[in-house]
């Protein structure tokens, strides 16, 4: 099982970016999507995740209204979009995935990681 997370880069604050999970070795059909991140000196925190549907999603409170995730199980991938980005929001971006048909924020459920994306906002 392997998960790549992509897309991530310095951009300014206010900036939009996109950032993608791939999966190989598993069918996301099955699977809850997470994406959690990591600043410097930082524990890692739950962003948002979405469910095997789609139909349920959940968002941090520093993320509602700038972030939105979705996924495509036909391509087996999951999207983060990043609009109105802030300083605080960089870390590097981790895409996890938890077996299950429920939307769940607990690092533990996630049994398989990707290595992260760097995601970088100047001020």
């Known amino acids: 099982v392997q998960l790549q997370a992509s897309g991530g880069g310095l951009v300014q604050a206010g900036g939009s970016l996109r950032l993608s999970c791939v999966a190989s070795g598993l069918s996301l059909d099955d699977y809850t999507i997470g994406w959690f991140r990591q600043a410097p000196g930082k524990e890692r925190e739950a962003v948002s995740c979405i469910n095997h549907s789609g139909r349920t999603t959940w968002y941090d409170d520093s993320v509602k209204g700038r972030f939105t995730i979705s996924r495509d199980n036909a391509k087996n991938m999951g999207y983060l979009q990043m609009n109105s980005l802030k300083p605080e929001d960089t870390a590097v971006y981790h895409c996890?995935?938890?077996?299950?048909?429920?939307?769940?924020?607990?690092?533990?459920?996630?049994?398989?990681w990707g290595q992260g994306t760097l995601v970088t906002v100047s001020s």
């Open positions: 996890a995935v938890a077996p299950g048909v429920y939307a769940t924020i607990r690092i533990d459920d996630y049994g398989h």
